[in-house]
């Protein structure tokens, strides 16, 4: 049924080739969430609903700063805001990225570190970022330091999953070569250790930022006076829809320019010494790495694969 | 391969022996590391709490004895059944959306429509959808609903997807080949191959959903382990706040034992007859 598409007639018109590229489907989407908008302005019951003109009018009045709001003395407006919830998502990613490393690599070496880690790592990456931000708020009060704690324990099993399972993912031949070659041990990781742990490395640097940013806005609502996630529930205890869906969108905005900017490149280059994996995959790959909530599972999948490999290498054999 | 295993069957069983004996021995050290970090985290914990303070952080003893209070105050089912409903509903819609949108990602068309979506979902904070479905629709069941759905079905669409790009093209070839029926062909190749990115897919949207659904329920709801957590902390009752979070998280541990794995086993007995 769906090839159709792909295999469609020879003979068609140049017209019917652009409307039918996945391209013009790309485009034609924000189209469609624009009529949709409409559909339910027209359609529901509510005095507060805004038009997409409302909503970018109302962003275009925070970028220029002349909406004439004040958030408070410290941080008054959009790029302050944005400006401090930044300066902590960095300081938490880099010390989750440096301990999610060093636990990730003593489990993925050592089985006794594996088996002590292996439960808490999990008990942390199950609770929910509320958790965190309720009690932080309590405990810490409104500063900095409870924010960053956040972003630490949302981006921690992440790096901590994805390195280990990356050193577990290192060709086990390639060392045994190395090692009866007498090929030196700093020359064995920069060459053989480094480049396998690659891609789990990048998968966790992508993730740990992702999952920091979406712990941070939480936690800045319940356990901060200032931050984007401060200021998005600024406009929501204000009842103004405008601001909420106009704060989300700058959300948006900046998660995809984070992607396509700085993520998909860097993708690029952490995976150019194998071109035939395409870089973009992997990283999604690696989200099922991630998927598979750690360890447990990812061992029974292991198992599972097992016997088809094997069932191949028979009747190649054979 | 099989040959070998015929030549020698005594000198395979003392092999096998050994082997036993190694395992037996790894499986005994790896629970007596695991029980160290129980002791090593339960009592930097007490530690902790003694030297803050049980009422900001109460030790694990204190949790498990509220465990019972909790129960006993009737709160407790009555608020897993308002959180375990809205997750039922929010996330079985955003799971069959998300199944049937990964099919239909084999279409080029579709898949490009929807890659923006997919990637807006995945990257932006349920934050962002629980206050819009609330600023929109209040308290109003559409609310949670857009929040749960906005954050999990690209989890599945994305598994899926992928399953659907791992598929095994020789099987289906084959199956082309020998003339076996489109609908046959997805029951007895596609769909018992896709089952694994089915699973992990529940799995993370389960564990994702939940998340999202305790957040809705912290701004809009007056029952449920959010409603809860927040009266809690409000109250500054953090023994009672330890024990909502615990408890989900035992709950979630206990549905994934025994529930989702004794499925997956179910649903996974033809691997094992291949191997066999």
Request: aromatic share 14%; no cysteine; hydrophobic share 50%.
């Amino acid at each position: 049924m769906t090839t159709l598409v792909t295999k469609a007639p020879v003979s068609e018109t140049g017209w019917r080739r652009v409307l039918g590229s996945p391209k013009t489907a790309r485009l034609l989407f924000p189209v469609a969430v624009l009529a949709v908008w409409y559909f339910i302005y027209y359609t529901i019951d509510s005095r507060i609903f805004p038009t997409p003109q409302d909503v970018l009018g109302f962003m275009w009045e925070e970028v220029t700063l002349t909406s004439g709001v004040r958030y408070s003395s410290v941080a008054e407006n959009l790029y302050v805001q944005f400006g401090v919830s930044l300066m902590r998502l960095t300081i938490g990613f880099v010390v989750a990225m440096i301990l999610g490393t060093i636990i990730g690599l003593a489990m993925g070496i050592s089985k006794r570190a594996d088996a002590f880690f292996h439960d808490w790592v999990m008990a942390v990456l199950a609770m929910p970022a509320l958790v965190w931000a309720l009690f932080l708020g309590l405990a810490l009060g409104f500063g900095d330091l409870g924010p960053i704690i956040a972003v630490i324990a949302a981006g921690l099993p992440f790096v901590i999953i994805n390195v280990r399972e990356g050193v577990r993912n290192t060709p086990r031949e390639l060392f045994d070569m190395a090692r009866a070659f007498d090929v030196p041990q700093n020359k064995i990781t920069r060459h053989v250790l480094l480049p396998s742990l690659m891609p789990f490395f990048f998968a966790a640097l992508r993730y740990a930022y992702a999952i920091g940013w979406k712990g941070l806005v939480i936690t800045e609502v319940f356990a901060s006076d200032r931050g984007m996630g401060w200021t998005i529930k600024f406009w929501y205890d204000a009842h103004r829809a405008k601001g909420v869906i106009g704060y989300a969108l700058f959300f948006i905005i900046f998660a995809m320019a984070l992607e396509k900017l700085v993520f998909d490149p860097l993708a690029e280059k952490a995976f150019r010494w194998r071109p035939q994996v395409d870089a973009l995959e992997m990283a999604e790959g690696d989200f099922g790495a991630v998927t598979q909530e750690g360890f447990l599972l990812q061992e029974s999948q292991v198992e599972e694969a097992v016997p088809i490999e094997s069932m191949e290498v028979e009747s190649k054999d054979g | 391969m099989t040959t070998a295993t015929h030549d020698a069957p005594v000198a395979r069983s003392a092999e096998e022996e050994r082997l036993i004996a190694i395992r037996k021995r790894e499986t005994r050290q790896r629970w007596q590391w695991r029980l160290t970090g129980y002791i090593v985290v339960l009592g930097l914990w007490s530690l902790v709490s003694r030297v803050v303070g049980e009422n900001l952080i109460p030790s694990p003893l204190r949790i498990i004895e509220t465990f019972p209070d909790l129960i006993e105050s009737g709160r407790f089912f009555s608020s897993y059944a308002a959180t375990l409903t809205r997750i039922a509903v929010g996330f079985g819609l955003s799971f069959v959306f998300g199944i049937v949108l990964g099919i239909l990602t084999q279409n080029k068309w579709i898949d490009g429509f929807f890659k923006d979506a997919t990637t807006i979902s995945l990257v932006s904070p349920a934050l962002i959808w629980a206050l819009i479905g609330l600023v929109i629709w209040g308290f109003e069941p559409q609310g949670w609903i857009f929040a749960i759905f906005m954050t999990t079905f690209a989890i599945v669409t994305v598994n899926v997807a992928e399953g659907i790009r791992a598929l095994p093209k020789d099987l289906i070839d084959m199956s082309r080949a020998f003339g076996v029926s489109t609908r046959r062909r997805q029951r007895e190749v596609v769909i018992p191959f896709l089952a694994p990115f089915i699973f992990t897919a529940l799995r993370f949207g389960f564990s994702v959903g939940w998340k999202v659904t305790v957040l809705t329920e912290v701004f809009s709801a007056n029952e449920g382990i959010g409603f809860e957590m927040r009266i809690a902390s409000q109250l500054f009752r953090m023994d009672e706040f330890f024990t909502w979070a615990l408890s989900f998280f035992v709950f979630t541990l206990i549905l994934e034992k025994l529930v989702l794995q004794r499925y997956e086993n179910k649903f996974f007995r033809w691997r094992t007859e291949v191997s066999a």
